[in-house]
Nanobody
Framework: QVQLVESGGGLVQAGGSLRLSCAAS????????MGWFRQAPGKEREFVAA????????YYADSVKGRFTISRDNAKNTMYLQMNSLKPEDTAVYYC?????????????????WGQGTQVTVSS
């Protein structure tokens, strides 16, 4: 089993920044993909960003490209999401997830483990 714990959410004004962290523990192994997803009230969970095991390959939703940066530190079993130029439409619960394969994919259903989520609220 793998446990994922997100932190770093909060309330920020439009145009501001936040940095989310996701700490992994348990049987993390190696060569696993990690990703960030978000879910706003009344909406389905959606892909935000994903990163390969090595960190050399990153993928973003069009809505966050150029504003968000995903990264990971495998020595610390931690993944990050730097969010800049935040907009009110970025308001959601943000979840981290991991996948026991080297293949990066976007659908939430393809991920094996999930954190409990952290709330991000962007005021206008």
């Amino acid at each position: 089993q793998v446990q994922l714990v997100e932190s770093g959410g909060g309330l920020v004004q439009a145009g501001g920044s936040l940095r989310l962290s996701c700490a992994a523990s348990g049987r993390t192994g190696s060569n696993y993909v990690m990703g960030w997803f978000r879910q706003a009230p009344g909406k389905e969970r959606e892909f935000v960003a994903a990163i390969s095991w090595s960190g050399t390959s990153t993928y973003y939703a069009d809505s966050v490209k150029g504003r968000f940066t995903i990264s990971r530190d495998n020595a610390k079993n931690t993944m990050y999401l730097q969010m800049n130029s935040l907009k009110p439409e970025d308001t959601a619960v943000y979840y981290c997830a991991s996948r026991n394969t080297i293949v990066v994919v976007r659908p939430p259903s393809e991920y094996d483990y999930w954190g409990q989520g952290t709330q991000v609220t962007v005021s206008s």
